[in-house]
């Protein structure tokens, strides 16, 4: 996918999916700004994706536990 | 917009209480007059401690007159942003949601700077739950306006914050930061604020917006100011998961120790060509950079990833932490949060897990470019701001997906940030840069801050109030 190409997740089937499943009583109209404001995010999201990406770059924070008391 | 006032420094205002050439009880009546004579239109306050003020300023000068001098942030008025805890009050984030919340203790920065003598002057305007973009007209509290032009923004969320210290309410203020919400308000209002490192100050009972990015910290006239107050927030706080157990330094004793030998990174880029500034931000930025270089510091130009990444990477991950955090209200009481707010929170319910762990993923790249630039330089110098301050009345719902934030990039990274008083625009609003340094090395940032503004002398203009 170019970054000129609408992100696969933009999609209205995806929204109306992810709208449902939060449980949030959204009326029409606020859906309906929030449609246009998905395909932004979406658009935003799609940049932070790297083709060829190293899987050793994780995300922060990384948790690890922590050293015993003492040591 | 070139008044004087007679308003001190926090720096000014301990030197003389602590002679005795200023009572904290006539420092306070003063701030008291002024919020009388100016508050209804700037309305930085929703609360405003007038009685407590008083007692507090009576107590303050008994103690320092009886030899019980706790430093210099004894007896000096402050405004605590509505996110804090203040046991006996509300703390209501400006939200209905809120309005009944009352906490059973101080937040630990409340705390501390009780501890250190300072007098509460009320409790300052925010965004609804401190959700950035523009100011919520929905919410339980009027928005704050900017006092050098009550038509626009103050920007925020800190936004009362940054109007009171402008206006004079009040010498010192507390605000949060995980979006620009101290560093957009300072840079709006022409003032100074600290973003320090992630976890130098306790944000035990700051009522969050994002476990990643949250930061508390204070909001100033000067940047010497913003050390006073910053010697007295920071320090380990194991309520405070974030909280990180790391010494904490002097921050006012190097500020005098100038910038000479000091390299200088500028990301110009960001507001040249990632996003064209106007000229008059362009100007003032890049004059940042020449007076440290007039100062003896090397100043050169350096190239990061375009803001755009830095934008989108907040973008998805801020409004998914604010969305879970308010994720039961959101589904059960929609209709007391004010419209913008929780729009704004409802695009984290529209970030899939797999976005926000690659948005997280691609901030650690990002954080290691600014490691990289800060191995090599000091600090780095970028804007505080992008566009002038827009009209209050700019009810746009997601301003923030369009135009990059340009604050952000230094929450994804954690490193500390101070707003400084960059210039003005033809129309005589201020202009704010942002001064980024190492991690835990806010000395150096304060110092830079510092050494800039005592050579600009951009602070002797003050907003007009009349």
């Not at chain 1, 395909?39 to 922590?66: C, H």
């Not at chain 2, 020449?290 to 990833?305: H, K, P």
């Not at chain 2, 997906?401 to 990274?413: C, E, G, R, S, Y």
Request: negative net charge; aromatic residues 8%; proline residues 7%.
């Amino acid at each position: 996918m170019t970054s000129d190409e609408k992100p696969l997740a933009d999609d209205d089937v995806m929204f109306e999916g992810l709208i449902r499943a939060s449980g949030v009583p959204v009326s029409d109209q606020e859906k309906q700004d929030l449609r246009k404001a998905y395909s932004s995010l979406m658009g935003l999201a799609a940049r932070t994706r790297k083709p060829g990406r190293s899987w050793d770059v994780r995300m922060l924070p990384v948790f690890s536990p922590k050293p015993p008391k003492g040591s | 917009m070139n008044v004087d006032r007679d308003v001190p420094t926090i720096a000014e205002a301990a030197r003389q209480i602590k002679a005795g050439m200023l009572s904290p009880v006539a420092l306070v009546e003063s701030c008291l007059a002024r919020i009388e004579a100016h508050e209804p239109t700037i309305q930085a306050f929703h609360t405003i401690f007038t009685d407590e003020a008083r007692a507090a300023a009576n107590q303050a000068e008994k103690e320092i007159e009886s030899g019980n001098y706790r430093g210099p942030l004894h007896g000096i008025p402050i405004g605590l942003k509505d996110v804090f805890y203040l046991k006996g009050y509300k703390t209501t984030s400006n939200s209905r949601i809120m309005q009944d919340f009352e906490a059973e203790e101080d937040a630990a920065v409340v705390t501390r700077l009780r501890d250190a003598g300072a007098i509460f002057m009320g409790q300052l305007n925010t965004y609804e739950f401190t959700f950035g973009g523009r100011p919520t007209f929905d919410a339980l509290y009027p928005p704050a306006r900017n006092p050098w032009d009550i038509t626009r923004s103050t920007g925020g969320s800190s936004s009362g914050s940054g109007a009171a210290v402008a206006a004079g309410f009040c010498l010192g203020a507390l605000g949060s930061d995980a979006g620009g919400s101290i560093r957009t308000p300072s840079a709006f209002c022409g003032v100074a604020g600290m973003k320090a490192t992630f976890g130098r100050v306790s944000a035990f009972g700051d009522l969050p917006l994002s476990f990643s990015f949250d930061c508390v910290g204070p909001m100033t006239w000067t940047s010497e100011d913003s050390a006073l107050m910053l010697q007295a927030l920071a320090g380990h706080d194991e309520r405070d998961p974030g909280s990180v157990e790391t010494p904490v330094p002097d921050y006012v004793t190097p500020l005098n120790g100038g910038v000479r030998g000091l390299k200088v990174g500028m990301i110009r880029h960001f507001y040249t060509s990632d996003f064209e500034a106007p000229p008059e931000i362009v100007k003032s930025i890049d004059g940042v950079g020449n007076t440290l270089r007039d100062l003896g510091a090397t100043v050169e130009e350096i190239n990061v990833s375009p803001l755009i990444d830095w934008h989108a990477v907040g973008r998805v991950i801020l409004p998914a932490e604010a969305f879970t955090i308010h994720e039961e209200n959101l589904q059960n009481r929609w209709e007391d949060f004010g419209p913008l707010a929780r729009n704004r929170m409802m695009l984290g319910s529209l970030v899939r897990a797999v976005d926000y762990i690659q948005a997280q993923r691609r901030r650690t790249e990002l954080l290691e470019e600014i490691e990289i630039a800060l191995s090599e330089y000091d600090v780095i110098i970028t804007t505080a701001m992008l566009t002038p301050q827009p009209p209050l009345d700019d009810k746009a719902p997601f301003p923030f997906l369009d135009v990059p934030m340009i604050a952000v990039p230094f929450n994804l990274t954690l490193h500390p940030v101070q707003t400084v008083r960059a210039g003005f625009f033809n129309d005589g609003m201020p202009i704010g840069a942002q001064i980024v340094g190492r991690n835990w090395d806010e000395a150096t940032v304060l110092k830079v801050a510092h050494s800039f503004e005592k050579e600009a002398g951009l602070l002797k203009r003050f907003p007009d109030l009349s």
